[in-house]
C-alpha cells in the first residue's frame, strides 16, 4: 500500500498515511481528527527491477573479482546491492558487519557442508 501526504489547514501539519489505493477517500487527521486534509504532490521511490540489480553487480567487474575469490567484503557489497538497502534480521545483521570488515563467517557445524 502506498503512502500518501497531507496538509491539515487545521493543525497546520503534514501527515504520511497508508492508503490502500489512490483514489481512497482521505482519512481524518490523524493530530487533531479534522476532515479537511488535503493531498500533497510529494516524491516517491521506485525499486529497480532484479535485471537491473543483477546488471549493476555484474557491470562491477571489481565486486566480481572478489566474489569469485570469495572475499567478504565483496560479498557484502553484493548483499547491500541485492538488498536494495532494506534492513536485514538483526542476527544476518551481525554476519554482514563481520564479512565488512573482512571476516570470513564460519560454516555452522550441521550445515551439512565437508569440512575437509
Do not use: H
Not at 16 to 23: A, G, Q, S, Y
Request: proline letters at 9%.
Amino acid at each position: 500500500m502506498p503512502v500518501y501526504e497531507y496538509w491539515c489547514p487545521g493543525c497546520k501539519t503534514r501527515q504520511e498515511i497508508l492508503l490502500p489505493r489512490f483514489d481512497s477517500e482521505p482519512p481524518s487527521c490523524p493530530k487533531c481528527g479534522g476532515n479537511s486534509l488535503q493531498r500533497r504532490f510529494s516524491t516517491f521511490m521506485m525499486q529497480k527491477s532484479y535485471k537491473a540489480v543483477y546488471d549493476d553487480i555484474l557491470g562491477d567487474s571489481q565486486m566480481m573479482r572478489g566474489m569469485m575469490n570469495n572475499d567478504p567484503q565483496a560479498l557484502a557489497a553484493w548483499n547491500n546491492k541485492m538488498s536494495g538497502g532494506e534492513p536485514v534480521a538483526p542476527e544476518y545483521q551481525e554476519t554482514i558487519e563481520r564479512m565488512e570488515r573482512g571476516e570470513m563467517p564460519s560454516v555452522p557445524a550441521d550445515s551439512g557442508e565437508a569440512t575437509g
